[in-house]
Every structure is written in structure tokens, then in C-alpha cells.
């Protein structure tokens, strides 16, 4: 499909300006993508590549040589004079399509985020979206396991071998820290800090925080390096770090390259059926329990907030309702006069 320049233009704004994780960046390039092919659908405008940068540099220029050499509708054109209405279409044609409530939200997200910013730049002349709502979600808690079940799958890789080891380690990393899967396959060496126990972590949005690591993690992590260092597959990359010739990857893949978010997925579900456990339990629902783990015993809110890297306290805030439930569940269960007869 033709990638037409302001679409570029957005896309760089959001990850040189808001700094949003490639992740997000391409989930809000596809719902624009989505949204210029119903366009192109719904108005019969096809898409000309040297046409939509005349176009794009018509929106920014006063002068009417640019404007006069456009002969034919474009889709910039189209998405720039958008009205409500227009939107309020694109909408129904998304409700017929059995997204879920959370990809829906994202995709009206995406245009009210798009068309924010062209009207800020001057590229659209209003904003269709101040009149376009967003429709409310029931909310969904967060999925915890239980400490029983955290052990069981914590145990389940065998360390007596180098990726075993590095297994062992990851699974101690995500549920001693809470960090994201993302935060963990981005680890180096050097972020490693044994003499104060604790791990330095890029996060979403570049920003970067110190988080402290449990004696459990600290020690599958040394075995791991430990057994690292005297395998001869492994041993010479890591012999190349410690000359300055890279910053290494903490977790390495069988290749010796850096482990991906979707090979820790793997090995996730690769546990969990050996342990029985549920197979919908994905690397962000040890997030989930690392979080609800500590408020069930006493941790501040403050602090989980700082430890998981929220930038708003709201984000965190469901969390309490998880520990609350569970709390109530107890009282209901065990308590004689709890619940009706």
C-alpha cells in the first residue's frame, strides 16, 4: 500500500516526540492504514503517490503554484477536511467487524491522537474528534496467579544446562521485578548491578528506572552467567563484551543473539504446560502478580507504581481493586455470617 507523506509525518511524531514503543507505533500506523482504505473505499479516491506529497505540501504552503498543480482528489485532502460524520461512518464500518471493545478504543485513540496533532500543525482545519466519544469499557482486572503457582513455575526449568539456566532466570527476573517482557529482552550486561542488587531498566517512553532484584533472581542470574562463561559455544561472546568490543545482550538465544519478546513467550507456554498451569498465563500476568503479590502484603502504593515505571498513579491504582477482591473472597469464604443463607 502507497504510505502517503502524512501519514510519515505522524508516525515520526510519535516516536521521536511521544516517544511511543515501536509496538504501539505500528499498532497506530496499521488503524491509520485502516482508516485510508476505508476512505479509499468509501469516497472512490485512489491512492497516487506523487499526487498525496503535492497534497501534503499543499497543507503547508500558502503558495498557489503547489495548490494549483492538484488535478484530482486526494486522500490527504479527504483526511484533512474530515467531519464527524465522516468519522461516525469509519465507526459503524469498525463496529461491524467484531473488534473487541480494547482494539476499538485503541482505534479511536489513533484518530483522536492523528487528529490532534494536524490541527495543532495547521494540517487539518478542524478536529472532527472533540465531537466523536469514545465508548465506555467495563473494566477488567488484571490476571494474578497465586504464590503456589509462581513456585511451581519458577521450578520448572531445568538448570543443569546453559538455556535451562537462562530460562530459570528469566522467569526469576519477570516476577522479582515486574518489568515488562519488552524491558526484559532490551536488558544488558552492564545494566546489572550484584554489589547493590538491583537492575537499571529502559521503559516505555525512554524512560529509565532502578529497580531492586531478590536474592532468588540475583542467584539464577549468576548461575546463568556462571555457566555462560565456561560454555564453549558462549563463552567467546561473552569474552568479547568484557574487550569493549559490544554492550551484550543479558539473554542470548541459542544463536548468541539477542532473546526476542516472542521467544520468551514461547518458553513461557513451554512451562506452563509442563507444569500444568493455565496456558493463558502470559509473561504480563507475572506483572500482574508481582504487583498484586505486594500490595496483598503491605506495600505502598507509591512504591509499586515506581517499581512497575507507571507514569500515572490511576494506572497502578487497578491493582488495589485486584488485592481488594481477593481480600473480600477470603472474608466471604471464611467468614460464618458473610453471606446470606
Not at 140 to 166: M, Y
Not at 193 to 205: L, Y
Not at 211 to 222: D, K
Amino acid at each position: 500500500m502507497t504510505t502517503i507523506p502524512i501519514t510519515q509525518s505522524f508516525a515520526s511524531y510519535l516516536t521521536d516526540e511521544r516517544h511511543f514503543s515501536p509496538y504501539t507505533a505500528r499498532c497506530y500506523g496499521a488503524d491509520l492504514r485502516q482508516f485510508i482504505e476505508y476512505l479509499c473505499e468509501d469516497t472512490g479516491v485512489s491512492l497516487d503517490q506523487a499526487a498525496e506529497e503535492l497534497a501534503f505540501k499543499s497543507r503547508t504552503s500558502t503558495g498557489s503554484d503547489v495548490v494549483g498543480k492538484i488535478d484530482r482528489p486526494t486522500i490527504t485532502h479527504t483526511i484533512c477536511e474530515a467531519d464527524a460524520d465522516l468519522i461516525r461512518g469509519f465507526l459503524g464500518f469498525l463496529g461491524e467487524q467484531s473488534y473487541s471493545p480494547a482494539t476499538l478504543a485503541r482505534k479511536i485513540a489513533t484518530l483522536r491522537s492523528f487528529y490532534k496533532w494536524g490541527n495543532r500543525l495547521g494540517f487539518t482545519t478542524n478536529n472532527p474528534m472533540t465531537l466523536i466519544r469514545t465508548p465506555r469499557q467495563s473494566k477488567r482486572l488484571p490476571k494474578a496467579i497465586t504464590i503456589e503457582q509462581i513456585e511451581r513455575l519458577l521450578a520448572a526449568p531445568n538448570d543443569g544446562d546453559v538455556l535451562g539456566r537462562r530460562d530459570r532466570a528469566m522467569l526469576e527476573t519477570l516476577y522479582s521485578t515486574g518489568i515488562r517482557v519488552s524491558e526484559l529482552v532490551g536488558l544488558n550486561h552492564d545494566d546489572l548491578d550484584f554489589e547493590n542488587e538491583a537492575m537499571h531498566v529502559r521503559g516505555k517512553g525512554r524512560k529509565e528506572r532502578i529497580v531492586p532484584l531478590g536474592s532468588h533472581a540475583l542467584g539464577a542470574i549468576r548461575k546463568y552467567i556462571e555457566l555462560m562463561n565456561n560454555d564453549a559455544k558462549f563463552a567467546p561472546i561473552w569474552a568479547a563484551r568484557d574487550a569493549g568490543e559490544e554492550s551484550l545482550s543479558l539473554f542470548l538465544n541459542k544463536h548468541g543473539s539477542r532473546l526476542s519478546s516472542r521467544s520468551v513467550r514461547r518458553k513461557l507456554d513451554k512451562y506452563l504446560r509442563a507444569v500444568g498451569l493455565d496456558p493463558t498465563i502470559s509473561p504480563h500476568t507475572l506483572r500482574h502478580s508481582f504487583a498484586t503479590h505486594l500490595l496483598d502484603n503491605g506495600a505502598d502504593l507509591r512504591s509499586v507504581q515506581e517499581l512497575l515505571g507507571h507514569q500515572s498513579l490511576s494506572t497502578t491504582q487497578v491493582y488495589t481493586h485486584l488485592s481488594t477482591a481477593r481480600v473480600e473472597n477470603a472474608y466471604n469464604d471464611a467468614h460464618p455470617r458473610a453471606e446470606a443463607g
